[in-house]
T-cell receptor, first 119, second 113 residues
Framework: DGGITQSPKYLFRKEGQNVTLSCEQNLNHDAMYWYRQDPGQGLRLIYYSQIVNDFQKGDIAEGYSVSREKKESFPLTVTSAQKNPTAFYLC??????????????????FGDGTRLSIL | RKEVEQDPGPFNVPEGATVAFNCTYSNSASQSFFWYRQDCRKEPKLLMSVYSSGNEDGRFTAQLNRASQYISLLIRDSKLSDSATYLCVVISYSGAGSYQLTFGKGTKLSVIP
């Protein structure tokens, strides 16, 4: 079955530590995204990538880094510079608007999230 | 005006009721619209796309009003299992081959026995 997988489901970070959240998809999607959701809040975009080896900052990129070396993978590193990392992190993917015939109608599909907390 | 706005609710409705949510957007060039459902402590899941002519999927009806720049979601015959937060999503073309996708903060629905 095609899908998008995030791991781990729960992650704890010590002060000063960098941690990496994994996101893998086998949907053959070009575009991938990372969001952060705080309790009772909406989703905020951290980083996104529309193609391999390219990514762009979202609205709240400070304290985070990403890489996109493979189409299937878009890991997110929460660095020690991110002072308030406790949140629910969601990875998503979508077909590239450039390739699809109905380019304007590409929803995102989400992984089941990683909950990050500070120890 | 915020880019995408939703009434946060909560909407508390009895089982069997009909309930409707609106989502307003500020970018008149917005192209694609979706409704997602998010259960507590879970990921958002695509509920339905919103087409210009309106579309229906069982008890759910989505409509787009471009003139007034809002989309709506109507749920008929509410079930307990419909209790969730409903997020609207708006996609706009932002030039140079890029698209901007904006989530609303969601409307919380509680269906009461």
């Amino acid at each position: 079955d095609g899908g998008i997988t995030q791991s781990p489901k729960y992650l704890f970070r010590k002060e000063g530590q960098n941690v990496t959240l994994s996101c893998e998809q086998n949907l053959n999607h070009d575009a991938m995204y990372w969001y952060r959701q705080d309790p009772g809040q909406g989703l905020r975009l951290i980083y996104y990538s529309q193609i391999v080896n390219d990514f762009q900052k979202g609205d709240i990129a400070e304290g985070y880094s990403v890489s996109r070396e493979k189409k299937e993978s878009f890991p997110l590193t929460v660095t020690s510079a991110q002072k308030n990392p406790t949140a629910f992190y969601l990875c998503a993917s979508s077909a590239s608007p450039h390739r699809a015939r109905t380019y304007s109608n590409q929803p995102q599909h989400f992984g089941d999230g990683t909950r990050l907390s500070i120890l | 005006r915020k880019e995408v706005e939703q009434d946060p609710g909560p909407f508390n409705v009895p089982e069997g009721a009909t309930v409707a949510f609106n989502c307003t957007y500020s970018n008149s060039a917005s192209q694609s619209f979706f409704w997602y459902r998010q259960d507590c402590r879970k990921e958002p899941k695509l509920l339905m796309s919103v087409y210009s002519s309106g579309n229906e999927d069982g008890r759910f009806t989505a409509q787009l009003n471009r003139a007034s720049q809002y989309i709506s979601l109507l749920i008929r015959d509410s079930k307990l299992s419909d209790s969730a937060t409903y997020l609207c999503v708006v996609i706009s073309y932002s030039g140079a081959g890029s698209y901007q996708l904006t989530f609303g903060k969601g409307t919380k629905l509680s269906v009461i026995p």
